[in-house]
Each structure stands twice: as structure tokens, then as C-alpha cells.
């Protein structure tokens, strides 16, 4: 709920990197985050270590606003090799998915 209040916030400042890792995040922060026009001008976006599954990405997929070729890592998170594909089709070579360590 916290990241949706900063993400639809009418004073967010333009960012060019965005650390939400270890937050619990799920597919209603993914929408927003797909939404945020402020997020135009990213150049690094990390999500790693939270709780994102397939719905996630295709909302962050769909998304008009972030840039192309973005660097995004959802390491650690609950998504299949189809959202990470979703992902990679949009976004490039630069979506980062590592599996946990075992």
C-alpha cells in the first residue's frame, strides 16, 4: 500500500533508478508502477526479493510510461519462465531473474 501511495503520488519527482526490493510487492504495485508517469526516464528498476507472479509482469508489460530496454530485476520473486518472458519481450536483454540459492 505504501509503494502505491509514492508511485500515485501527484508530486513524485522525476527518477532515473528505483529500488523496491524486499517490499512485499504485488500486482497492485506493478500496475501502478506501469502507470507512474514519472518512471519515464528510469534507467534502472529494481524489484527483486517480493512476492510478484506472472499478473505482475504482464502489467508491467503492458506498460506505455516505463522505458524500453530497461534494466529490471525481479530476482527472487514467484514468477514463471512466461511472466520473465512477458518481461524480456518488453524490456529487453536487461531483465534480470536469478533463481534462490539453494
Same mark, same amino acid.
Not at 504482464?58 to 514467484?78: I, Q
Given at each position: 500500500?505504501?509503494?502505491?501511495?509514492?508511485? $500515485?503520488?501527484?508530486?513524485?519527482?522525476?527518477?532515473? #533508478?528505483?529500488?523496491?526490493?524486499?517490499?512485499?510487492?504485488?500486482?497492485?504495485?506493478?500496475?501502478?508502477?506501469?502507470?507512474?508517469?514519472?518512471?519515464?526516464?528510469?534507467?534502472?528498476? *529494481?524489484?527483486?526479493?517480493?512476492?510478484?507472479?506472472?499478473?505482475?509482469?504482464?502489467?508491467?508489460?503492458?506498460?506505455?510510461?516505463?522505458?524500453?530496454?530497461?534494466?529490471?530485476?525481479?530476482?527472487?520473486?514467484?514468477? $514463471?519462465?512466461?511472466?520473465? *518472458?512477458?518481461? #524480456?519481450?518488453?524490456?529487453?536483454?536487461?531483465?534480470?531473474?536469478?533463481?534462490?540459492?539453494?
Amino acid at each position: 500500500a505504501a509503494a502505491v501511495s509514492l508511485l $500515485t503520488a501527484k508530486t513524485l519527482p522525476r527518477l532515473t #533508478r528505483l529500488n523496491l526490493n524486499e517490499n512485499d510487492l504485488s500486482t497492485p504495485t506493478a500496475e501502478a508502477l506501469a502507470a507512474c508517469k514519472p518512471l519515464a526516464g528510469l534507467t534502472e528498476l *529494481a524489484l527483486d526479493w517480493n512476492s510478484l507472479q506472472d499478473a505482475a509482469a504482464k502489467k508491467l508489460a503492458a506498460s506505455t510510461v516505463l522505458p524500453a530496454e530497461l534494466p529490471v530485476d525481479v530476482s527472487f520473486n514467484r514468477l $514463471t519462465e512466461k511472466g520473465i *518472458a512477458a518481461l #524480456r519481450e518488453r524490456f529487453g536483454s536487461g531483465v534480470v531473474s536469478r533463481e534462490q540459492l539453494t
